[in-house]
């Protein structure tokens, strides 16, 4: 049986196109509870997320950033909140 995977875009094709201007949502990175397990580095699927694992601090490139949220959602410790965007 064949399995086919749907894809949309390449992984970090916002890095050569600006997204910031169209997220909804965007995250912030508490750096309350961080353990520096750099999930949301590897999960972020535009790779905009940047941090130092040794003094657990993240963030991110609001310039590429496209809202998905998904860095949120599997931050293990709740430490990133995603915020509505007032435009
Ligand atoms: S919301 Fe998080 S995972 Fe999604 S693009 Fe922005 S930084 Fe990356
Ligand atoms: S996923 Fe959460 S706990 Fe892990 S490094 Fe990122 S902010 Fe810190």
Excluded: H, R, W
Excluded at 22 to 30: G, I, R, S
Excluded at 60 to 78: L, N, S, T
Aim: charged share 25%; net charge negative.
């Amino acid at each position: 049986m064949d399995f086919k995977l749907g894809i949309i875009a390449l992984p970090g094709a916002a890095v050569s196109n600006k997204t910031g201007s169209f997220a909804n949502e965007v995250p912030v990175y508490k750096n309350k509870k961080c353990t520096g397990c750099d999930l949301c580095i590897y999960f972020c699927p535009e790779g905009v997320v940047y941090g130092s694992k040794k003094e657990k601090k993240y963030g991110y490139d609001p310039d590429y950033c496209k809202g998905c949220g998904i860095c949120a959602q599997e931050c293990p410790v709740d430490d990133i909140e995603m915020i509505l965007v007032e435009k």
